[in-house]
């Protein structure tokens, strides 16, 4: 009964799930007009210290922030219901769309219609990482951060390792000087960080699971491998859906061809999760074109890892994946909250943070050259001249026009239909 007066707030987050687009920083401009300036839920303080608490955070940014504001509004229980009803559209249209695209195959329609969809979503990328370059990388700290983390991103983009290593090595890098960001005042003396159990549990008990699983040939151990992937990029990705996609296509597109991981699984029952680049790219585009996070790509992800087994696994699949890559975010950003006064109070933290979106911004930049390869865009033909102008073409009007992603892949589908 007492959720019962919450009924009109919950109302509003799900028509703003269902009319949220153009990324998290279109998610924050909507936040502020329906829940700020239309329904007083928040003051327009707490939201930008809402948003500036989550970028601490990994996960999606965007998510962490409506959370809270359940969380402010009604503790816990509203704040898992709110998560719950945000991320329900994009994920049930993502995983529908697994579907679909199956369609689209067996009609000899996917080729063609999306052909222009890789190049898009390249150039996506190639803006955020553009964009992310201007606030990010400001000093020679950063810049060195950024040059070394796209040299080792690229080189190493196979070794799914590479990742937390940078991001560990980028925020102990910023921390070796504290001239930049120096402490002010004296820190507290202690911050209980107990509430941090459960996260940390459920991160080991994934990581154990899925290594015992692959190392005994578990029968149909999938879906623990597949909850481990997605809840340790959930854990790890900072930067948001950006970031996510390159550490996604690392794992499932290129790391399945690696000749190590082809001669360890050759005589298991199941190898390692694997799915087709071009099925990896029209999901990674078609993402844009739907309102919501861009994590619910998640759930697209784990319904073609599972698409050969059947439909029930299909939708199992896709469940998983919903879940597993938005449980980090949950847990992360009610677990620290509570703590959140004093962790602003120890300049560490911040340091840290500096060298962190450094990295991230050279694993954007590194991302976008890496997959660039398997884009057609050195041979003189026809085909090859449009999929450099739909990679420059994409970068240019999200620069410089306020045109809204879905008509930027409408227009994408309509080229492919065309040519």
């Known amino acids: 009964m007492v959720l019962l007066r919450h009924i009109s707030f919950l109302k509003a987050v799900f028509l703003h799930s269902v009319t949220a687009f153009g990324g998290p920083q279109g998610h924050f401009g909507m936040v502020m ?15 930008f210290e809402y948003n500036a ?47 679909l695209l199956q369609y689209f195959d067996t009609t000899g329609q996917n080729a063609k ?22 606030v990010a990388i400001h000093n020679n700290i950063t810049r060195a951060i950024f ?44 911050i ?67 000749e190590m991981v082809i001669r360890k699984n050759q005589h298991r029952r199941e190898g390692v999760i694997s799915i087709e680049r071009n099925d990896f790219y029209t999901g990674a585009g078609v993402v844009r074109a739907i309102p919501g996070p861009v994590f619910s790509v998640a759930s697209f992800m784990g319904g073609m890892a599972m698409k050969d087994k059947g439909t029930g696994w299909q939708i199992l699949g896709c469940i998983i994946g919903s879940i597993a890559i ?38 954007m930049v ?4 890496y997959m660039m390869k398997d884009i057609s865009i050195t041979s003189f033909r026809t085909v ?5 102008g739909v990679i420059i073409g994409t970068c240019l009007v999200l620069t410089f026009s306020k045109l809204p992603s879905p008509l930027i892949v409408l227009i994408c589908l309509l080229l492919g239909w065309l040519f």
């Open 33 to 47: 007009r329906t829940f700020v300036h239309q329904r007083h839920d928040v003051t327009e303080k707490e939201v």
């Open 53 to 99: 608490f989550c970028q601490l955070l990994p996960g999606a940014s965007s998510t962490q922030v409506l959370t809270l504001i359940g969380y402010k509004r009604g503790g816990i229980p509203l704040a898992i219901i709110t998560l719950f009803i945000w991320i329900l559209p994009a994920c049930f249209l993502m995983g529908a769309f697994s579907f």
């Open 147 to 190: 040059g070394v983390s796209i040299i080792v991103t690229y080189l190493l983009f196979k070794s799914p390792w590479i990742f937390p290593l940078l991001i560990i090595a980028g925020g102990f890098v910023t921390n070796l000087s504290d001239k930049r960001i120096p402490q002010k005042g004296t820190p507290p003396k202690k």
């Open 192 to 258: 209980k960080w107990g509430n941090i159990w459960l996260f940390a549990i459920l991160f080991i008990m994934a990581g154990t699971l899925s290594e015992l699983a692959k190392n005994n040939s578990w029968p149909n151990r999938r879906p623990l491998n597949l909850f481990e992937n997605m809840y340790r990029f959930g854990s790890l990705v900072f930067g948001g859906g950006q970031v996510l996609i390159p550490m996604m296509y690392e794992q499932f597109v290129e790391r399945p061809k690696s």
């Open 384 to 388: 090859s001249f449009l999929n450099i």
């Open 326 to 363: 938005f449980l980090p975010s949950a847990l992360l950003v009610l677990f620290f909250f509570p703590i959140w006064y004093n962790l602003q109070r120890y300049a560490v933290v911040f340091r840290a943070l500096e060298g962190i979106n450094a990295v991230v911004v050279g694993i």
């Open 113 to 134: 219609t999306f052909k222009y969809i890789q190049p898009m979503a390249v150039g996506f990328l190639a803006f955020a990482a553009l964009k992310s370059f201007r």
């Open 366 to 369: 590194a991302g976008t050259l």
